[in-house]
């Protein structure tokens, strides 16, 4: 039993709640917080609150015949028992659900006033067990509405011990608690709503932003071929990373694209990714370019200046023909991409960055490295990842959608009206060996755009005769593959993600969930299965 509570003030943590009340950003820990002050109360056994929520049992509710709204009824939403008034046995449960206008509670729902509270018979209705009262001496229990803008949301009860003027002061602070508590669940509840519409907004955000990315996905780079998906999926596997990525491949190959790619993808997007050219660099000036100098630091330095790796802080640093440093630079490049440290020159403060670095060579950086000419360790820093790129001879099947691409890129560039080529001339642009890759089919193309004659392109490839159009249909698919209409998409999406969710048990979070199984994000997944109305099919209830 509680110590005697006889010298303690009554209602003395009242005020207390009264000021956590409105502070409460959520229904839940407002009713928390409002049996927990409560059953700190020395003159209190027993503190519960009903909410009015839809009836869920009302099909099995033996009282069901006397509810007066067979839709909703009370909820037991939140009780404690003050330190030794709780049962030590299992008590009936009746008062978990508490139809409306059934017993002292239930009418209190009805009409909105307090109840009568000294009379305990009636007082423990369907609210408290008359077994536990009558253990515990309690005087009855005080039942007060809980009505915002006169709309009765719930009851409170309240058991008091024998000492409580429960009709005096009792019910002035029983009062107050209820008129407070119902304020209270009303702004929680805006809370929560507002809280609720944040979640989704940022949810359909992200989702939005992924769509976008996804329809954007690889839409720089062109190509369907083998070796080219290889490093798509190369990309996808590791953008999303920090790590260093090496880009070898020759020259014309599309390494910077894929640099751009890989950052727009990358964790740091938001920031830029800065390039450096490291071919075009004079030997002396690697440093100042890499780390900035002060005003005076060597002659022609006439005011401060930030380096690249400065620059690109917090975001990429794209590091083209990295096989072109010098030798003395590379040991100081390598002390940056260790420690993230350097000066600028003529300075002696040392400076912090954080960049992720992309360096793109058409050497056989291994080979330098052999020969002395690149720094082993340095190589194995950039070299984290590789990403090879294919050269054009080796994957003939992009040539003709390449060319198709330039073609539009160009027309429009130039504002000149073409013809599309021939099946023959673009078989025939197939057939040459493009030493100069990706950037001499985009060249040519270009020149064929700017000199075509009555929209007629005509190719001038090294070496070969002009490639003839043929009287056969002009190409407007480069190949034979199957084109998907949009619904048909939305199908395909829609079933896949069905079989996700089958296959998961209707689970969209964790390893066994089906955003995993998807590879999307469960936010993601969650809005999608929203968007398109699975929610009741597969979501648990
Ligand atoms: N797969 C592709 N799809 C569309 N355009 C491409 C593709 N690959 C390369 N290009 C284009 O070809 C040109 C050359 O590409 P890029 O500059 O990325 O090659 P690179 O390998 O970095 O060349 P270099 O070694 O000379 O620096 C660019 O205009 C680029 O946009």
């Not at 040539?399 to 429009?412: G, K, S």
Request: glycine share 8%; proline share 5%; charged share 30%.
């Amino acid at each position: 039993m509680n110590a005697s509570p006889s010298q303690s003030q009554p209602f003395i943590n009242m005020r207390e709640l009264l000021l956590a009340m409105p502070q409460q950003r959520s229904v839940s820990s407002l009713l928390e917080t409002v049996v927990e002050k409560s059953a700190e109360d020395p003159f209190l056994a027993l503190t519960r609150i009903w909410l009015i929520r839809p009836g869920d049992h009302c099909a099995t509710c033996p009282l069901q015949a006397q509810c007066l709204d067979q839709t909703r009824c009370l909820h037991l939403v939140a009780e404690r028992y003050s330190p030794g008034y709780a049962p030590s046995e299992d008590l009936e449960d009746d008062y978990l659900r508490i139809p409306l206008g059934v017993g002292k509670v239930g009418r209190c729902a009805v009409t909105g006033e307090i109840a009568d509270t000294l009379s305990l018979a009636d007082d423990l209705d369907f609210a408290v067990s008359k077994r536990w009262g009558e253990a515990m001496q309690v005087i009855g229990l005080a039942v007060l509405p809980v009505v915002f803008q006169g709309k009765v949301l719930g009851v409170c009860g309240f058991v008091p011990l024998k000492e409580v003027d429960m009709e005096g002061e009792g019910l002035f602070w029983g009062r107050l608690v209820a008129d407070h508590l119902a304020v209270s669940i009303t702004n929680a509840e805006a809370f929560e709503q507002i809280e609720t519409l944040n979640k989704q907004l940022t949810d359909d955000y992200e989702y939005l932003s992924e769509e976008l990315v996804e329809s954007q996905a690889f839409g720089d780079i062109i190509g369907q071929s083998v070796s080219l998906n290889a490093v798509l999926r190369q990309i996808e596997m590791v953008a999303k990373t920090d790590a260093s990525i090496l880009i070898t491949g020759e020259s014309g190959t599309g390494k910077e694209l894929v640099a751009r790619e890989v950052h727009k993808r990358g964790p740091r997007w938001k920031r830029p990714m800065i390039k450096v050219n490291c071919a075009s660099i004079p030997r002396d000036l690697y440093e100042s370019e890499f780390f900035g100098h002060l005003k005076g630091a060597f002659t022609g330095a006439v005011q401060d200046r930030k380096g690249r790796f400065e620059l690109a802080n917090g975001g990429t640093l794209f590091l083209d023909e990295v096989g072109e440093i010098p030798l003395e630079v590379q040991s100081k490049l390598l002390r940056v991409l260790q420690e993230g440290e350097y000066e600028r020159v003529g300075d002696e403060r040392t400076r912090t960055t954080d960049v992720r670095i992309l360096a793109a060579t058409n050497r056989d950086l291994k080979r330098e490295v052999k020969e002395g000419r690149f720094r082993e360790d340095l190589y194995y820093r950039l070299n984290v990842f590789p990403i090879e790129l294919p050269p054009l001879r080796e994957r003939t099947e992009d040539i003709p959608l390449l060319a198709l691409h330039f073609i539009e890129a160009a027309r429009r560039k130039f504002n000149q009206t073409v013809k599309p080529p021939s099946r023959a001339v673009l078989s025939t642009l197939q057939k040459y060996s493009w030493p100069g890759n990706i950037r001499e089919l985009q060249n040519l193309v270009e020149r064929a755009v700017i000199t075509s004659a009555a929209g007629r392109l005509k190719f001038d490839l090294p070496g070969v005769s002009e490639p003839r159009e043929s009287a056969a249909q002009p190409v407007s698919q480069p190949a034979e593959e199957e084109v998907i209409p949009e619904a048909e998409m939305r199908k395909r999406e829609k079933e896949n993600i069905l079989r996700a969710l089958q296959q998961a048990g209707g689970k969209i979070y964790g390893d066994d969930g089906a955003a995993k199984r998807l590879d999307i994000k469960p936010t993601t997944l969650a809005t999608r299965i929203k968007a398109m109305g699975l929610k009741k099919q597969f979501l648990p209830e």
